[in-house]
Every structure is written in structure tokens, then in C-alpha cells.
């Protein structure tokens, strides 16, 4: 995985110590563990925790684009949040879904 600065991009001046923790604990050891859980593993269960926890904002768009990009197909999304919708709620699923039409859209 690429290392990841959007921590120090975004708050470094600000918070510091989250942005380094962010950056450096969460995506630089915690999505580095793929001999644990392969990143597209990853991904499907941060898509899937994001959208049960209602963080219907960007941070759930950024995951969906990442999942795509570590090879969930569109129809798995699909399928994925359509499994999600009956446990996490259905005006959840329905914000996701208008999040990732927008990015499965965008390759066309």
C-alpha cells in the first residue's frame, strides 16, 4: 500500500498527533497486515462498518473508490451493500448506493 499522508494533508497543523496516528498506525500497520487480511478484505468490511456506523460522507466515498480499486467489482458492491442494508438500515443503504453509482460511473 502506498503511504498514506492524507492525515498530515488534512489536519497536521491542526491535530498532530491524530494526523500521525492515522497515517502512520492505521493505514501505514493496520492496512499493512495483508498476511491478516488481504486489503479488498479490508476494504468490503470498512465500506460495510462505515456504513452501519451512518458516516455517510466522504470518508464512506474514499472507501468505496478504494475498494474499487483494490478489485471489488461494481456488482460486488452491489451485493454487498444490498447485504448490508438489511442489518445496517435501509436509508443508510440508499446513501451508499448514490455514493457508489457516483464512483463505479466515474471509469465509464
Partial sequence: MAKVTAGRDELGEFAPKFAQLNDDILFGEVWAREDKLSARDRSIVTVTALMAGGILDSSLKFHIQNAKNHGVTAEEM???LTHAAFYAGWPK????????????????
Fill in 78 to 80: 452491489a451485493e454487498i
Fill in 93 to 108: 443503504a440508499w446513501a451508499a448506493f448514490r455514493m457508489a453509482k457516483e464512483v463505479y460511473e466515474e471509469e465509464k
